[in-house]
């Protein structure tokens, strides 16, 4: 989302000596990598050799495993930096996202909402992709670019990620008499078509997705309504996905558009402050994130992976997905570790291991009870809960079937998983 037209944040500038550039002519400084003249690779979580602070900086890191059939990539495809109306410099997303783990992520900022233009001046809109590049060097992250097609209602704002020329999204047919004039320059902006900009996004390859379609500054009821824009560019296989979690929201109306229309589901930070301020993951909070289940660990592979839907969201503890994608995820989560009957009872002790940074939410959907649980059992990230079921009878073949709450297929309803159990009976 976008700030109000009303920006009074104060700016400070990055440290960079212009003496540099001086030295060099600008058209030879174009053809240097990003990397002489960006700021600096972005730091990794300090922990001085401490093994207890290695821990907790391993603590805030999303974890989910690899599936039967894919690699799991945790991604944020929907970021702010002071390149629109977010108040960080590039590094520091890329710093965050090195913390919490991302595989991949993407700085998306509104073309044509510009708050911080008298101070950044950038006319050349990959400049904050270059810089988040530059910060990444040497890291593991993938940084995929994109921008964010900002208009109006109906239209709203789309994300277009995996383009090559953000300059070719947006057009100023009539330049405001202040370039500096915030709202001016946004007027200029929103008057090109936005079909132009899907258009040019499109061209490029891009992946598209409808940001925060319920947004009650465009949409006061809160409610995403599917509208000819947007229906028009489906069918025209221009939009391919839709968030269904942005930030502290999640939209039902939204995830049942998704499931109608077949639209990949995603979910995003689209932070502008800090990941630290908004989700406080020293305090176990985590941003919202895609889990995207690709063939490979590449951005080639991120990309049809998004563009097949194979998707998952994790949005405040919540799993939200379709049924191929969350089976996959549940299945590779969940594993029974130790089932045996305790001596002389036909009392079955059933311990599951997490292999996920979700707690799992089990509810009991057998006639069996258990001994030491209520019809709810709990099993908290990374760790093994340890239950005792009551058959009946010393059975070879138990099956355990739990709906899970913490996870959404439709905006009503949850997955079930079956746990098969196999314990030796003497
Ligand atoms: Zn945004
Ligand atoms: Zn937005």
Known sequence: ??????????????????????????????????????????????????????????????????????????????????????????????GEALRD???????????????????????????????????????????????????????????????????????????????????????????WPAQNAVDAAAKQGAFMFWNHPYWTAQSPDGIARMNDFHQGNIEAGKLHGIEVANGRDYSAEAHAIALEHSLTLIGVSDVHDLIDWD??????????????????????????ALFAGRTLVWFKNLLIAREPEMTAMLDASLEVTAASYRPNTQVLDVSIHNHSDARYDLHNLTDMTFMDHANHISIAPHATTTFSVKPGEAATNVALTFEVRNALLTPTSHPSITFNVTPEVE
Request: proline share 7%; aromatic share 6%; charged share 20%.
């Open 279 to 304: 989700y406080a993951p020293h305090n176990g909070g985590h941003r919202p994130v895609n889990l995207v289940l690709a063939t490979d660990r590449t951005p080639e592979a991120l990309r049809s």
């Open 101 to 191: 783990g991302l595989d991949a992520m993407a700085v998306t900022e509104h073309l044509e909402y510009q708050p911080h233009i008298a101070d950044i001046p950038h006319a050349d809109r990959n400049r904050a992709y270059a810089e988040t590049l530059a910060a990444a060097e040497g890291s593991d992250l993938m940084v995929i670019a994109g921008s964010e097609i900002t208009r109006s209602e109906p239209v709203g704002h789309i994300n277009a990620v995996f383009i090559n020329d953000a300059n070719a999204l947006f057009e100023i047919t009539t330049p405001p008499e202040d370039p500096a004039d915030v709202r001016a320059l946004f007027e200029a902006s929103d008057a």
């Open 1 to 94: 989302m976008s700030d109000t037209f009303t920006h009074s944040d104060v700016e400070t500038c990055p440290a960079f000596s212009i003496k540099h550039l001086s030295l060099i002519t600008l058209p030879l400084a174009l053809l240097i990598t990003t990397n002489v003249f960006g700021h600096g690779a972005a730091s990794a979580p300090a922990t001085q050799g401490n093994p207890e602070i290695q821990t907790q900086a391993d603590a805030r890191k999303i974890v989910f495993p690899d599936t039967e059939t894919h690699k799991t990539l945790v991604v944020d495809l929907h970021t702010h930096t002071v390149f629109s109306d977010g108040h960080v410099w590039p590094k520091i997303r890329v």
